[in-house]
């Protein structure tokens, strides 16, 4: 079992509509970084959180620290915005462990 | 400073040349790592670093692949004589000891 579980493995939805995807971590952490990457191009950092909740432009990522469980949320979502999301989260042993990542495609 | 840079993005190569990929952190940071990712799945852990000093190898690093930071600064990862196994992205990240990490945005490498 991967310490870092994310859901769901694909999804795909239309235009506009409101995305949700789950990260499920077992290892203790100081962060979890939530990650884009496009269609054959790099990794972009999107959010590093410890707590609570951080927003930017229609993306929201929670955490809840005693659950152990983050999600990412894309609001009014756009077929630009299809690429794979990636939850990743340091061990004790201080090596970045990553989730296989959710696959998101938006039809227009 | 602007985060963390790798060079090559794409690199290209024919089975059996070698290739070497280039890391350069954030200045003040002390921990730097690669991961490999292959399709479809999530980065795997090869190797890190605290300042120059190789702290630990995974499994996955066979005697092909060798990574160095020599002064603590930039990383260097070659791997000699590629096979075609080794297509995949090569990610950098780096970390100060508090803070949470930055990554790179890879480089993909092609074994033809």
């Known amino acids: 079992k991967n310490e870092v579980e994310q859901s769901p493995q694909n999804l795909t939805a239309q235009e506009g509509e409101f995305i949700t995807i789950n990260c499920s971590y077992s290892?203790?952490?100081?962060?979890l970084h939530w990650l884009q990457q496009h269609p054959g191009g790099g990794i972009v950092s999107l959010f590093m959180?410890?707590?609570g909740k951080k927003k930017h432009g229609r993306l929201i990522a929670t955490i809840n620290i005693q659950e152990k469980h983050s999600s990412l949320h894309i609001t009014a979502s756009h077929p630009r915005d299809s690429a794979v999301y990636i939850c990743?989260?340091?061990?004790?042993?201080?090596?970045?462990?990553f989730g296989k990542g959710t696959r998101l495609h938006i039809l227009p | 400073d602007t985060g963390v840079s790798q060079n090559p993005r794409h690199k290209i190569t024919k089975r059996g040349q070698n290739v070497t990929f280039r890391c350069d952190p954030i200045s003040e940071h002390n921990r730097l790592y690669w991961y490999r990712q292959t399709l479809g799945q999530g980065p795997e852990f090869l190797t890190y670093?605290?300042?120059?000093?190789?702290?630990?190898k995974s499994r996955l690093l066979s005697d092909r692949f060798s990574a160095e930071r020599p002064k603590g600064s930039f990383s260097t990862l070659e791997i000699q004589r590629t096979e075609q196994g080794d297509s995949a992205m090569y990610l950098c990240a780096s970390r100060a000891d508090v803070y949470g990490y930055t990554f790179g945005s890879g480089t993909r490498l092609t074994v033809v």
């Open positions: 959180l410890s707590s």
């Open positions: 990743a989260a340091p061990n004790r042993d201080d090596k970045i462990i």
């Open positions: 670093f605290q300042n120059e000093a190789q702290l630990e």
């Open positions: 290892v203790g952490i100081s962060a």
